[in-house]
Nanobody, 136 residues
């Protein structure tokens, strides 16, 4: 079964930065991977989507909680999706997961998932997560 493998997590102080990576070569078809999302889950809290990117045109979407601090991007080969985390806060502490929709999906899951309108079920391939810990 195809899985995504996240990397780049770690422990930083508040105000610090991290860059998470998610190779997507296992879920692409002719360079297209549908919508790739970054999600996070803190202990005792529900999972939330923080950012998404549509691989076909690189349109990006963000949750309000991270807008202006996190940046999602993909490399020119569309084989890796990144999440740059800047100005980190203790409340950003969580396990971060990347996930992908089927490669042929339209852009709508990218929009709905970060708006909190559901849509997690459209993401069919998940990674095992990478821990991000931010100390004050």
């Amino acid at each position: 079964q195809v899985q995504l493998v996240e990397s780049g997590g770690g422990s930083v102080q508040a105000g610090g930065s991290l860059r998470l990576s998610c190779p997507t070569s296992g879920v692409t078809y002719r360079g297209r991977a549908g919508c790739i999302g970054w999600f996070r889950q803190a202990p005792g809290q529900e999972r939330e989507a923080v950012a998404s990117i549509y691989s076909l045109n690189s349109n990006t979407y963000y949750a309000d909680s991270v807008k202006g601090r996190f940046t999602i991007s993909q490399d020119d080969a569309k084989s890796t999706v990144f999440l740059q985390l800047n100005n980190l806060k203790p409340e950003d502490t969580a396990i971060y997961y990347c996930a992908a929709t089927a490669w042929y999906r339209d852009i709508s899951p990218c929009r709905t998932v970060v708006a909190g309108d559901g849509g997690d079920g459209d993401f069919i391939t998940w990674g095992q997560g990478t821990q991000v810990t931010v100390s004050s």
